[in-house]
């Protein structure tokens, strides 16, 4: 895929992302905010899915206000001097245009709701408790990596929660019977009070 294809469809994400964090109260998204976004999302969707993963064109590296991908940061600078959003590049952005807003795949778009309904439920300051507490990014931190943070299948974060995985689904009668949205919420409720509040 070339870097153009790349932008592209990072365009249609970032616009989609805001445009449904707005359904849920937020008016204006601050820009570390949209990094941890898609940075979860990417991680994340290798935990709840077995195909490819659909935010592959995104790398991440370690910076102290969170993960950082170039890519968001050039679509986002793109997307204000466009004025399809509106704002500041280090600071809040809004939406000021339609173009592109969920012009991507079904499952993206689901993907994103379930990742911005964890995001509603537990308030950001939690979810990013989860993301410097996430061990792939614990390690590049403490090891002062500004390399990319490693996303992929095999990483120390997917393993945490595969380990989890196992224990969670003990306290369910029946997973066959719960929406993907249901069950990445119940498991979040199930991890935080495993993990973060014990930290």
Known sequence: MSNKEELMLANADIMTIIAHAKRIGWDSV???TLQRVVYLMKVLY???HSDENEFVQYHFSVTVFGPYSDLVYKSLAFLLS???LLGDLDGEVRLNSSDGIDSISEDKKKWMDVILLILGKYGESKVFSF???????DQAVKANISSEINTDLENDTLKVLNDFKKAFEETLTDTSTISEEEYISLYFDYLFGQIIEKK
């Not at 993301?131 to 990014?137: A, E, G, K």
């Open 30 to 32: 601050s820009t570390n």
């Open 46 to 48: 290798s935990f709840c």
């Open 82 to 84: 466009s004025q399809r």
């Open 131 to 137: 993301i410097v507490n996430d061990p792939q990014y």
